[in-house]
C-alpha cells in the first residue's frame, strides 16, 4: 500500500493487550420512536431504519423514519410549548432545566460515551474525553448565560427567535446537538432537532434526558430520518430559524430554498483547513497538533487541518517524523481504550474518502499510508498521507472528511498566507511558530472564522466557532452563539 | 550494561544525518548545537502526557510490565539517618523484592551515599544488582570540581558500578554552560567502566526549554543516562518532563547511534504511575528503551507497591502493604 519506503526509526513500539470498553453500557432499545411533546412515539408507527455500528457493520438498533407529518406534528408541538410555557418562562428558570440536562450528561457519561463511539465508530477514549464533557460543559456555559441575555451585548431585553428547525451532522452527534440546543433553550426559543441518519442513537438518549430532567413537552422534539425529513424541516412554514451544520452542497440548497422567507439561517459547513508549520515550531508538539489535526475522529471534523503548509527548510524532518507517528497510531475496535483511529462512519463516506485518495494519485501526488492491520468487517480507512501535492489535486482543494493530510510546501509567509487561503471554503488555520510577531502576521492575513496558535482542534464552549466563505456564516459557542437564536 | 548502535540508514537528523556525537571543544560549539534544537511548547508536552496517562494497561501486558518496573527500580535510600542495618535490608531486598516467589526479578541497582556502596558492594556479591552511588556534592552540587571529582573517586574505589551526579544548577541557569559541561566531561573521564547518570534536577531548571537542552548537554558530555531528579527538592519527575528527556533522548540516538537512558526519580510511589512512565517511554522513545540498560526508576516505596499489584493479579484480591518488608 505504501508507495514510498519509510524513513523511519527502527525502534519499535510495544503492542498493548485488548482494553474494551464494555459494549453493553449501551443499554439500547430494538427500536425507537420518534421523540414529540414530551413522549417517545410508538416505533411501530413509523418506518423503521437500522442504524448500524460501522465498525462491525451490524445493525445496533433501529429508529423512525420521520416523514412530512412527524415533522409537522414536531414543529407544531415546538410552537405550543414556545407560546404556552418557553416564551414565559424566565431565563433563571431555563437555566434550571439547562444546569439539570448538563448534570445528567455527566452522569451518564459512561452509556453516552459507549453509544457514540458504537454508533459513529469514534474510539470511546475520545467519545469519552471529547465528545461527552464537551457536550456537558456546552450545556453548563449556556445555562449561565440564560438569565443573563440583557447583558449578552444586544441590548436590553433581546428576544428569542421563535420555533428553531436544528439539523445536524453524523461526525459529533451528542456534542453538536448540544452547540445546537444549549443556546437556543438559553435564549428562550423551542427546537426541532434532526440528527443525523447513521447516527441518532444519542441524541436519543438525549431525550431520556430531556425527560428526566423534566423539561416541558414540547420545548425538544427529536425527529430522526434522512435527508427528506431534513428538507421537510427547512420547509416547514411554521419553523423560525434553521441552524444547519454538515455540507456545503446541502447548506447551499438550504439557503437556497429559504430565500424570500424570514426565516432566520445559521451555516456550518465544510472547510479545508490549513496547518501551517515554520521552522521554528516547538516540533514535538507541532507533529502532535498535525496528528490530532487530520486524524482525529477519523479526520470527520469539517475544521480538519487536512493541508499542511510546511516550510521547505524542514519539509524532510517533519515528514520523517510525522510519518514515524503515524506509525504509532492504533486503528482498529473504537471500544479499545487504546484506539486512536477509529471507523470510518459510513460506506458511502469510504467510497468518497477512497474515490478522493485515488484521485490523488492518479493526478501525481505520493501516497503513504500507515502499514497497520485493518479489522476485515466494517469500513476502515488507514491514515495516509500525501506528499507532492499541488494546488491543482483534487486532494489540495475537496473536503476528503477522512484521514488524509495532504502536505504542501512553502518558502516565505506571504506564500504561505496566499496558499491557506487559495481555498473557497474558510473556516479555520492553524500557526505553529515560536515566534509570537509572525504567528499574529500571519493569523491577521487568513481567512479563516477559527485560527489555531501552536495547537489545533482545540474546542470550549466560551470560545465562539463558524467559517467565512463557504464554510458558512453564524457563531456557535461563546456570547457569539447566542446572537444565532436572539432577534438582534 | 553496554549501549547498543542504533541503524541510523535513512535517517536526517537536525544535527546532521549519522554525524556521530559531535565535538564539542569550545562554548560557542556548544551553544549553537543547544540553540539549534527546538523550542518544547509546554502547553501541548502537558496535553501529550496527559494523553499518554490515559492509556489501559490489561491482561498480559500488564503482567510484563509490572515485573519490568521491578527489574528497572533503583532502590534507594539518601537519607542521613541512614544505617549499615538499612543498607543490608535494602541489599536483601533488591536481590530477591519478595523472598516467597523466586520468579520476581532483582531489581536493577541500590542508590546509596558513597560512604555505604562498600557495605553494599559485600552484601550484593554474586547477583546483578548494581551498587549506584550519588555523588558531586549530591543533592545541591555546590562544591569545586576537585571536591566533586573526589567524592566520585571515592565511591568508584569503594565499587560503585555506577555514579549519579548532579550537574551545577546554578551555572546553568546564569548561563555558564560551559562550565556545566566540562563538569560533566570530568566526571566522564574518571569512570572508567562505571556507568555515570547525570542529574538534571528539573524541578530547579523550571522550564521544559531548560530540560530539553541540558539533556543535550548532559548527553554531548557523555551521560549513559539523564535523570529528572535528586527528590530533595520540591517538584521531582513528572510526567511531561519524563516526557521532553525522552524524546531528547531518542533524537540523540537518531543524531549520534548512541542509546543514552532516562531515569526518573522522586515521588514514584503506585505502580500505576510507574506503568504510565512506561507507556511513555513506549511511545516516545520506542520498546528499545524498554530495558533496565536504558529506563530506570529512582524510588523505595513503589517497590513493594509493585509487589502487591502483582500479587493482587495473582490472587484476585487487595494484598496488605504488610505482606511485604518495608525497607
Redesign the interface.
Known sequence: MSSR?L?????????????PESASLARLAPSYGLFINGTFTDPGAHEQVPTLNPATEATLATVAHAVDEDVDRAVRAARHAYDTVWSVTSGAERAKYLFRIARLIQERSRELAVVETLDNGKPI?ESR?VDIPLAAAHFFYYAGWADKLDHAGYGANPRPLGVAGQIIPWNFPLLMAAWKLAPALAAGNTCVLKPAETTPLSALILAEILQQAELPPGVVNIVTGDGATGAALVEHPGVDKIAFTGSTEVGRAIQARLAGRGTHLTLELGGKGANIVFD???????I??IIDGIFFNQGHVCCAGSRLLVQETVA??VL?RLERRVE?LRVGDPLD??TDVGAINSRAQLTRIEELVAAGESEGATRYSSSCALPEQGYWFAPTVFTDVSQTHRIAREEIFGPVLSVLTFRTPEEAVSKANNTTYGLACGVWS?KGSRTLWVAERLRAGVIWA??YNRFDPTSPFGGVRESGFGREGGRQGLAAYLDV | MSTTTLPTTGAQVRLGPGAGVPTVETEGQLRSILASLSGVDAVGAEARAARLATRSIKRATKWAALDLAISMVDLTTLEGADTLGRVSSLCAKARRPDPRDPSIPSVAAVCLYPDLVAHARERLEGSTVKVAAVATAFPSGRASLAVKLADVRDALDAGADEIDMVIDRGAFLSGRLGQVFDEVVAVKSICGDAHLKVILETGELVTLDNVRRASWLAMLGGADFIKTSTGKVGVSATPTVALVMLEAARDFAESTGRLVGVKVAGGIRRSKDALRYLVIVNETAGSAWLTPDLFRFGASSLLNDLLAQRLMQRRGVYVRPDEFSGD
Do not use: H, V
Not at chain 1, 7 to 19: I, M
Not at chain 1, 280 to 286: L, Q, R, S
Open positions: 519506503p524513513a523511519n526509526s527502527e525502534l519499535g513500539w510495544l503492542a498493548y493487550d485488548p482494553a477514549r474525553d521554528d515550531a516547538p516540533i514535538d508538539e507541532m502532535e497538533g524532510d524532518e520523517r504509532q481504550k487504546n515560536e501552536n495547537t
